[in-house]
């Protein structure tokens, strides 16, 4: 069992930065055998991969925010953090948390088992 908590969301100016932090608490097992994403949900659109850290420590990105965003993990506090650069009104969208010990990893959000209530992000032009 994994309870997330997402933190860190706000208003930012296009071309600014924003980190993200997703607080675990977990049971079971430990947090380093979780692999951990970020998705995230524009208004009237799906939600959409954005990034994902796996267990093991690789990371994998969506070709849109390659280069600009950075995902990463502490696992002494169980916490996964979204670090994003080089922000542009396209990033506006609500980012979620997602946990799950059985997946490498997937870009399918119905793959995720344990989810974040989200954070509100906005880049403004």
């Known amino acids: 069992q994994a309870q997330l908590v997402e933190s860190g969301g706000g208003l930012v100016q296009a071309g600014g930065s924003l980190r993200l932090s997703c607080a675990a608490s977990v049971s079971g097992r430990t947090f380093d055998s979780y692999s951990m994403a970020w998705f995230r949900q524009a208004p009237g659109k799906e939600r959409d991969f954005a990034a994902a850290?796996?267990?093991?420590?690789?990371?994998y990105y969506a070709d849109s925010v390659k280069g600009r965003f950075t995902i990463s993990r502490d696992n002494t506090k169980n916490t996964v953090y979204l670090q994003m650069n080089n922000m542009t009104p396209d990033d506006t969208a609500v980012y979620y948390c997602a946990a799950d010990a059985r997946i490498l990893y997937s870009k399918n959000q119905n793959q995720w088992d344990y989810w974040g209530q989200g954070t509100q992000v906005t880049v403004s032009s």
């Open positions: 850290v796996v267990w093991g420590g690789a990371t």
